[in-house]
Structures are given as C-alpha cells and as structure tokens.
C-alpha cells in the first residue's frame, strides 16, 4: 500500500552529500530539516557572529538563495560549507519564485540570506517570503546579527521605541520632503545610507531636524568599525569637511524635545504660510493653511499677519 506524503512539511530524505560544516577546526554533521523557506541571519562584517542553528542549517539546505552570492561563497568556504548556492535579488522575477515555491513544494529545504545581516531588511527577500505563505509553506526564521539592532544598541540614543526608515530618497529636495513627514514620529530614527551620500544627507537632515543628536555608525563589527555620536549639525560639518567615508553606514537620529517639536511645527507653519502668501491673500492664505495643519484659523492668522509686515 502507497503512503500518501504531504511534501509540504515532510522530513526530506538523506540527500547523496553529506551536509556537514566546520568550526573551531572540528567537522560537525549537520542535522537534517524539513521542507520550507528558512531565512538565515549572516554575520554583517564578523564571521564568527554567525550562530551554530545558522551553519547547520546553511550546511542541511538543499540550496542557499543568496542576493550576492560572491559575498556568501566567503562564508560558506569559512565554515566548510558546500551546499549550492543560487542568486536570488532584486531583479529576480515572479518565474524565479514560483521555480523556488515548486521546490519547497517537492519537498526540498530552501535558506534565504542577503548579503549580510537578516534578510527582508532593505532586500528583496519579502516577496519571496510572502509567495510561500500564499502557498501554505512553512517560513522558518533563523535569528541573528542586524546592522539596525547592532547600531542601535551602541548608539546611547533612546532604545524603547524606534523607527527604520531605510535609504531616504538620492535627491535632495525629496529627501528633505520625506524627512520632514517622520519628523514627529516619536522614537530614534533608523537609516541606512551610502557613503557618497552621507555628507548631504547629514546636511539635509540637519536642515530639516535642528540640533538633534545623532549617531553614525561605519563598518559595523568589522576591523575599522567607528561610532561617531553628536548633534545634526555637527556630524554635518565634520564629514562635508571630512567628505564621504568608506564602508557600510547606519544613521541613527533621537526624538525631538518639547521644545525642538514646537521649533518644528512653528517652522512648517511658517513655511506653509510663506507658500501660501504668494499666491493668496492673508486672509486666503490662513485659511487655507489652517485648514491643512488642522490649526485654529484666528491664530494662523495672527501669524500670517506677522509674515506679511516682516516681508513687506
């Protein structure tokens, strides 16, 4: 009689390799896994930040879905390991993930790394992600380093509440648009930036934020790691000094004060107001630009008033 297998959570087979890694120059088997997508957490600079569940299952995987898979190829040759690896990256197409659904679906044990870190943070592996569950496949994450935890832990800026905005948009008036809409979001602000970027960001964000402190952290666990803490506006001027560094970076903004967030809010006022008076009377303008700010109109007003005689 034929057993009927559901090879969507089935144990797979002893495949012909031996699935085995080394660490510490000791040669250790690694245990089999079960069909699914595991998302693997890799070390962002520091190999030996990778942890034991990491190896076995990087080493028991039928494939490794890698977004670089150069950069992977040296953590895999560290620790021994020799499961195939596949590209799998921001170009990667829907008949790329239905190919690597259909595998998981027969049975076989897919890891998903990105180039460093954990997967899905500012890397295309959500999709992929999302297609197994759609399909009723088991995800399996397989926790470990984060640049944006690694940062922020070393930062000295509030931890209890935090916001990871990603990469802020290349050009300047869009960055500034997008930095004032998180402004008031009550937390550490959390970014990744490029290098070449980093002096007009830093630039951008001090003309934006004001005098808020602020952390620069580069090559995180790696041999030139640097942590660089102060205000906006100095970290602004030392690295337009400096000019851009080289390296992975994470930027890392605190909450405003009471005071900054009213500074803030009479700011945007005013320059809503500014815009608003071009092109309208005081009377038009206020209106307008309360109804917007959802502010009362007599005090929007008074201070349209008061652009006005300023710029008369």
Same mark, same amino acid.
């Given at each position: 009689?034929?057993?009927r297998?559901?090879n969507?959570?089935k144990r797979?087979?002893?495949?012909e390799?031996?699935a085995?890694?080394?660490?510490?120059g000791l040669?250790?088997?690694a245990?089999?896994?079960?069909?699914?997508l595991?998302?693997?957490a890799?070390?962002?600079?520091n190999?030996?930040?990778?942890?034991?569940?990491?190896?076995?299952v990087?080493a028991a995987?039928?494939a490794?879905?890698a977004?670089?898979?150069?950069v992977?190829?040296?953590?895999?040759?560290?620790?021994?390991?020799? #499961? =195939?690896?596949?590209?799998?990256h +921001?170009h990667?197409?829907?008949a790329?993930?239905?190919?690597?659904?259909?595998?998981?679906?027969?049975?076989?044990a897919l890891?998903l790394?990105s180039?460093?870190?954990? =997967?899905?943070?500012?890397? @295309? /592996?959500?999709? !992929?992600?999302?297609a197994a569950?759609?399909e009723?496949?088991p995800?399996t =994450?397989?926790?470990? =380093?984060?640049?944006?935890l #690694?940062a922020?832990?070393?930062?000295?800026?509030p931890?209890?509440?935090?916001?990871?905005?990603?990469?802020?948009?290349?050009?300047s008036?869009?960055?500034?648009?997008r930095?004032?809409?998180i402004?008031?979001?009550? /937390?550490?602000l959390? !970014?990744?930036e490029? @290098?070449?970027?980093l002096?007009e960001m830093l630039?951008?964000?001090?003309?934006?934020?004001?005098?808020?402190q602020?952390?620069?952290?580069?090559?995180?666990?790696?041999?030139?790691? #640097?942590?660089?803490?102060?205000?906006? @506006?100095?970290?602004?001027?030392q690295?337009?000094?400096? /000019?851009?560094?080289?390296?992975?970076?994470?930027?890392?903004?605190?909450?405003?004060?009471?005071?900054?967030?009213?500074?803030?809010?009479?700011?945007a006022?005013?320059g809503?107001?500014?815009?608003a008076?071009?092109?309208?009377?005081?009377?038009?303008?206020?209106? !307008? %630009?309360?109804?917007e700010?959802?502010? @009362?109109?007599?005090? %929007?007003?008074a201070r349209?008033? +008061?652009?006005?005689?300023?710029?008369?």
């Amino acid at each position: 009689m034929t057993q009927r297998i559901d090879n969507r959570t089935k144990r797979r087979e002893p495949a012909e390799r031996t699935a085995t890694f080394t660490a510490f120059g000791l040669a250790a088997e690694a245990k089999p896994l079960t069909a699914g997508l595991y998302v693997v957490a890799t070390p962002i600079g520091n190999l030996q930040d990778v942890s034991f569940r990491a190896l076995n299952v990087l080493a028991a995987a039928d494939a490794i879905l890698a977004e670089d898979t150069r950069v992977t190829k040296t953590l895999l040759a560290h620790y021994g390991i020799t #499961t =195939p690896l596949v590209a799998y990256h +921001e170009h990667s197409n829907d008949a790329v993930r239905e190919r690597m659904v259909h595998r998981i679906r027969e049975g076989q044990a897919l890891a998903l790394v990105s180039d460093a870190g954990t =997967p899905l943070v500012s890397d @295309p /592996g959500y999709k !992929l992600v999302q297609a197994a569950i759609e399909e009723g496949l088991p995800v399996t =994450p397989i926790p470990g =380093p984060s640049a944006v935890l #690694t940062a922020l832990v070393a930062s000295g800026l509030p931890t209890d509440r935090f916001f990871f905005e990603g990469f802020l948009p290349p050009k300047s008036a869009a960055r500034r648009a997008r930095l004032t809409e998180i402004a008031a979001i009550p /937390g550490t602000l959390m !970014l990744f930036e490029g @290098p070449h970027r980093l002096p007009e960001m830093l630039a951008d964000a001090a003309a934006v934020l004001g005098e808020r402190q602020a952390v620069v952290a580069r090559e995180l666990t790696k041999m030139f790691e #640097t942590i660089r803490r102060g205000t906006l @506006p100095e970290l602004a001027a030392q690295f337009a000094e400096e /000019g851009p560094p080289k390296g992975e970076i994470v930027v890392l903004i605190g909450e405003a004060t009471k005071e900054m967030h009213a500074a803030e809010a009479d700011a945007a006022l005013d320059g809503r107001l500014e815009a608003a008076l071009r092109n309208h009377s005081i009377k038009d303008a206020a209106a !307008l %630009v309360a109804a917007e700010l959802g502010l @009362p109109k007599r005090e %929007v007003y008074a201070r349209a008033l +008061e652009l006005a005689k300023r710029d008369a």
